[in-house]
């Protein structure tokens, strides 16, 4: 089982819908989860980050772990087309050397 | 504004040419990652350095080395490129490891 599993979509949705992104983690020892948005032919940048279970929220974004489950997902609510993108999982390694990150969820918002 | 630049953005090679791309940053990091991302594919990280602190991973190709002259500036070097190196390179950079890590634009390399 690969470390972190996320589905690659492509995801379509139309504009103002409820957006919601998943990976899995194999490994129960990680705490620290990340999102990064990857614009076509660009670098990733930082959505959000959390260090625990729950939720945490910025502006149309949600972050959610559950740790028990071994599963994060990232909400967007109202989508834009500006929200087009892939979208990351990244989780750091026990040594904390290296992210690693699932194969990224492309998402396409129409207007 | 602070922020991790890579140059050139497009780079073309021919296979077996030496190429260099270059990342600098303006955010006084510590650790810099060079990292290889194929269409479709997560991001891979190749190596770090953590000051001057060179680390590999494992399963890095040789064919792969880097310099770091200094805090800001980081180099990736491929000896010989291959067609299947033809990919974007992403330079990040974090204030520690285990921190947040910071992405440049990458540049996109393309073996002929």
């Known amino acids: 089982q690969k470390e972190v599993e996320q589905d690659p979509g492509p995801l379509s949705v139309p504009e103002g819908a409820i957006v919601s992104l998943n990976c899995t983690y194999s490994?129960?020892?990680?705490?620290?989860f990340m999102w990064y948005r990857q614009y076509s032919r660009k670098g990733p940048e930082l959505l959000m980050y959390?260090?625990?279970?729950g939720n945490k929220e910025d502006g149309r974004f949600t972050a959610q772990v559950d740790k028990s489950s071994k599963y994060i997902s990232l909400f967007i609510r109202d989508s834009q087309p500006s929200d087009s993108a892939t979208y990351l999982c990244a989780i750091p390694n026990q040594a904390g050397t290296a992210l690693i990150f699932g194969k990224g969820t492309t998402l396409s918002v129409s207007s | 504004d602070a922020m991790v630049i890579q140059n050139p953005r497009y780079q073309v090679t021919q296979f077996g040419k030496p190429v260099t791309l270059s990342c600098s940053q303006t955010?006084?990091?510590?650790?810099m990652y060079w990292y290889q991302q194929k269409s479709s594919q997560a991001p891979k990280l190749l190596f770090h350095y953590y000051d001057k602190d060179f680390n590999n991973e494992a399963d890095t190709p040789d064919n792969f080395q880097s310099r770091r002259p200094n805090t800001s500036f980081c180099f990736l070097d491929i000896r010989s490129p291959g067609l299947g190196d033809a990919a974007m390179y992403l330079c990040a950079t974090s204030p520690r490891v285990q921190e947040t890590q910071y992405f440049g634009p990458g540049t996109r390399l393309l073996v002929l």
């Open positions: 959390t260090y625990s279970s």
């Open positions: 955010l006084n990091h510590n650790v």
């Open positions: 490994n129960s020892a990680f705490q620290y």
